[in-house]
């Protein structure tokens, strides 16, 4: 099983602040099959990035993702308020198909 | 524009069997992939099923044992159950549109297992 390791746990910035949340996984995955979504208080999780790199329906191009390998990366150019959320990084390329425990953004 | 809605008893006591449903409205259950994902407190998501509106299904190893996915494609549904439950079942489990990744999910359901 592939395990995911996100870090920092939390994250507080001020809105416009560069946001870094890493992804690390325990063996290679195929940028394929790397996916972040966020989930806010009350609500269910929403694919933010899909295939590494991809934005989904309706994201904001201040959300990017990059990575290959093992390392991988979520990055929010200028916070917003409403980008307080956790965060979560999954990989579908070997199963069971496994999540990371989450980045908590907070905004100051 | 598609929406998922997980409904089933929010209690359910050791040993007995959780049964879930999710209502696929908005959109047809075919064809495609459908999900079941549960998130304990404190803990982090897990994958544990999916089934093609065809039937056939993919499971966590880790629950294959006592899990069971079902599609009713008449209803515009599809279905979980988990036997044997024990507190380590207690969650908030989500249904999602999609297989392996890329989900579209429902607001999730809290399922908490004691007597």
């Known amino acids: 099983e592939i395990v995911l390791t996100q870090s920092p746990g939390t994250l507080s910035l001020s809105p416009g602040e560069r946001a870094t949340l890493s992804c690390r996984a325990s063996q290679s995955v195929s940028t394929s099959f790397f996916d972040w979504y966020q989930q806010k208080p009350g609500q269910a999780p929403r694919l933010l990035i899909y295939g590494t790199s991809t934005r989904a329906a309706g994201i904001p191009d201040r959300f990017s993702g990059s990575g290959s390998g093992t390392d991988f990366t979520l990055t929010i150019s200028r916070l917003e308020p409403e980008d307080s959320a956790v965060y979560y990084c999954q990989q579908y390329g070997s199963s069971p198909y496994t999540f990371g425990p989450g980045t908590k953004v907070e905004i100051k | 524009q598609v929406r998922l809605q997980e409904s089933g008893p929010g209690l359910v006591k050791p040993s007995e069997t959780l049964s879930l449903t999710c209502t696929v409205s908005g959109d047809s259950i075919s064809p495609s992939y459908w999900s079941w994902i549960r998130q304990p407190p404190g803990k982090r998501l897990e994958w544990i099923a999916y089934v093609h509106s065809s039937g056939s299904t993919s499971y966590n190893p880790s629950l294959k044992s006592r899990a069971t996915i079902s599609v009713d494609t008449s209803k515009n549904q599809f279905s979980l159950k988990l036997n044997s439950v024990t507190a380590a079942d207690t969650a908030v489990y989500y249904c999602?549109?999609?297989?392996?990744?890329?989900?579209?999910w429902g607001q999730g359901s809290l399922v908490i297992v004691s007597s």
């Open positions: 999602a549109r999609g297989s392996t990744g890329r989900y579209y």
